[in-house]
């Protein structure tokens, strides 16, 4: 249970570092300071969304699209960021150039959550391996 919610608590905090680069580097996307709540609303939401949507969109390609396999991610990470930027109460910014933020979007969220995802619990571990090792 304890790894469940950690692995939860990376995978949030993850999806929060994409949108956060995101922000500091996409001309066309901003996150919205003003209502900081909106942001974390939607960063548990979007992590919810693509921890659904990321499996589901893999069993239909596997059944339909086999060459998309390799795309899943950015796919599932695309949905996702539509289906919060929808959302009434969002975090989020969007203005030009909108096609360009769009396609660098998902691609900048998909990749940082996915280096953080496999970094951040390597350098957890090796912390809890010390603080073992410090113990005895």
């Known amino acids: 249970m304890i790894i469940f919610?950690?692995?939860?608590?990376?995978?949030?905090?993850?999806?929060?570092?994409?949108?956060?680069?995101?922000?500091w580097i996409l001309p066309g996307f901003a996150?919205?300071?003003?209502d900081w709540g909106g942001f974390v609303l939607c960063v548990l939401i979007?992590?919810?969304l693509q921890s659904i949507l990321a499996p589901w969109i893999a069993t239909v390609a596997?059944?339909?699209?086999p060459a998309f396999l390799g795309g899943i991610g950015i796919i599932s990470t695309l949905i996702a960021l539509i289906?919060?930027?929808l959302l009434?109460?969002?975090?989020?910014?969007?203005?030009?150039?909108?096609?360009?933020?769009?396609i660098l979007l998902p691609v900048i969220v998909w990749l940082v959550t996915a280096l953080a995802t496999?970094?951040?619990?390597?350098?957890?571990l090796k912390n809890k391996i010390e603080e073992r090792r410090a113990e005895k």
């Open 5 to 23: 919610l950690i692995r939860t608590l990376i995978f949030i905090a993850s999806a929060a570092l994409g949108l956060l680069i995101a922000d």
């Open 31 to 34: 996150i919205d300071w003003s």
């Open 46 to 48: 979007f992590a919810v």
């Open 62 to 65: 596997k059944r339909n699209a």
């Open 83 to 85: 289906i919060v930027a």
């Open 88 to 102: 009434p109460f969002g975090g989020f910014i969007f203005s030009e150039p909108v096609l360009l933020t769009w």
């Open 118 to 124: 496999w970094l951040l619990p390597m350098i957890f």
